[in-house]
């Protein structure tokens, strides 16, 4: 009887002690919003079009040959601060600058007002 019980007292202790604690790290990512932004560049050239922001002025992107494809609204809103960004606002562009898709990719957006042309990229998550 003794044997038993010392037997499952150290089986126990066996289980017990092999029983590793395990934790898990979990890593959301989301799209970045005008206040991340502009945290990393305040003078970054933005805007927001169905939820999502667009950055410009960067260099592989006005290197690539896009051909302008079909309207899809113009800006709305102008926005001094990240917290006064919502779709159609910008902070650089007027009011009124037209914005087109681009045939060969989804990820890119030009933006025209008067004779000035702009390639903006949307900034995706991660």
Known sequence: ??????????????IVGCNE????DTF??????????????DRADIFQWEGNIFNTNIEWIDEL??????HLGEIKFN???AEDFKNGAANHLPIGAKIYSVKERDDILIVKNDNVVKRYLVLSEG
Not at 21 to 24: C, K, R, S, Y
């Open 1 to 14: 009887m003794k044997n038993s019980l010392l037997f499952v007292l150290l089986f126990n202790l066996f």
């Open 21 to 24: 604690a395990v934790t898990v």
């Open 28 to 41: 959301t990512f989301e799209k970045p919003d005008a206040a991340e932004v502009l945290r990393l560049d």
């Open 65 to 70: 040959e896009l051909n302008e494809d079909q």
């Open 79 to 81: 926005a001094t601060k």
